[in-house]
C-alpha cells in the first residue's frame, strides 16, 4: 500500500531545447510505493504535508460514491479477466504514467500493466503506448481516475514543453494558479514537461507581491520587514519582489545597494506591453533586465503566451512565468480500450486516431 511519499527538494536546470533531464527517483520514494522505478522518469516536487496516495484515494471515493459501480457489477463476470490498451488520440507529451501505476495498485495490486514509452516522452496519434492486464471490473473501474491524471497531466507537460523551447535561454515557471487539491500533480506534470518549478505554495519562498507592498507601505519597508523577519527566525530561503515600474526596480537596486538583503529575485510584473497588431513591446523589460545587470534574478510575469515567449526570452530574463501552463491547460486526448480494433476505426471516422 501506498502511503504519504518522502522526497527531497527538486530543482531542474533550465534546459536546452536539445535535451530533457530524466531524473531517477531514489530508493526511498518507490519502496512500498508499488511503482517499478523503470516507470519514474521525473520525479515530483517536495511538498511536507501533501499525500498523494489520500488525493488518488478522493479521487476513486467520489466515483465509486457509495455503491460502487452499479454497471460494472450488473454487466462484467466477478472472474473475468482483459487487456486494455492505452490509446493516444492526439500528438502530445505524455505525463501521469507513474501516477496511473499508482491508481491502478491502489485499486487492485494484482492488475499488471506494460509501457511503451515514459514521462516526457513525445506520443502521436493513434499510438498504442501502454496496457494493463487483470480483472476486467478492476481495469475499468480505474480508468476514468486513470486517465483524468493522466490526460491533465499530458496536456500541462505538452503545453509546457512548447513553452519551455520557445523561451530558451529563459527558464519557463508554472505559478500557484493550480486545480485545488491538485498542486503537486500539476506541478510535477510542469516538470516532465521540461519547465521548472515556482514556489510550491507560501511556506517555501518568499514573495512581496503588490498587495504586501501596499500594506507595508512601499517597496523598501516591505523588504525591510522580511529581511527583520528571516533573521530573527533564523530562515533561510528565497525572496522575491514584484516590481512594475522601473522606479520601483531602481527602489529595489537602491535599497539592495544600501542594505544587507536575502533578496534574491526581482520579479519585472506586466512590462510586456501588447501592440494592435498582436505584437508585443519589450523594450520596457528589456531596460529593466539592463538596470538589474545579473545582480539578481529576473522574471517576466503577465501576457506570456506561446505567440509571445520567445521575443520576452531574448530580452535576457532569467525566468518566464506562467499561469495559463496550469490554470487554462486544454487536455490531451488519451483513451483506454479493450477492442482497440473497433476503437481505431471510430477514432479514423472522427479522425481522432
Partial sequence: MFGVMSI???????????????????????????????FVAVKPPSHPTYDLKGVIKLALAED??????????ATIPADMEVEAHFLAKEDGVVAGIALAEMVFSEVDPALKVDWARKDGDYIQKGLQFGKVHGRAHNVVVAERVVLNFMQRMSGIATLTKAMADAAHPACILETRKTAPGLRLVDKWAVLIGGGQNHRMGLFDMVMIKDNHISIAGGVRNALR?????????????????????????????QYASQTKTSLTRIM???????????????????????????RFETEASGNVTLETVHKI????????????????????????KIDTELALEVGRRTKRA
Fill in 8 to 38: 527531497s527538494t527538486f530543482v531542474s536546470p533550465c534546459l536546452s531545447t536539445a535535451s530533457r533531464l530524466v531524473v531517477r527517483m531514489s530508493a526511498t520514494v518507490t519502496r512500498g510505493s508499488g511503482i517499478p522505478i523503470k
Fill in 225 to 253: 520587514s522580511v529581511d527583520l523577519y528571516l533573521e530573527e527566525n533564523n530562515l533561510h530561503m528565497g525572496v522575491e519582489v514584484e516590481t512594475r515600474t522601473l522606479e520601483e526596480v531602481n527602489e529595489v537596486l
Fill in 313 to 336: 526570452g531574448e530580452t535576457g530574463v532569467t525566468y518566464i512565468s506562467s499561469g495559463a501552463l496550469t490554470h487554462s491547460v486544454k487536455a490531451l486526448d488519451i483513451s483506454l
Fill in 268 to 294: 519585472l510584473d506586466n512590462m510586456v506591453v501588447p501592440q494592435s497588431n498582436g505584437d508585443v513591446d519589450v523594450s520596457m523589460l528589456k531596460e529593466a533586465v539592463d538596470l538589474i545587470n545579473g
Fill in 64 to 73: 465509486a460514491g457509495d455503491r460502487g459501480d452499479v454497471t460494472c457489477m
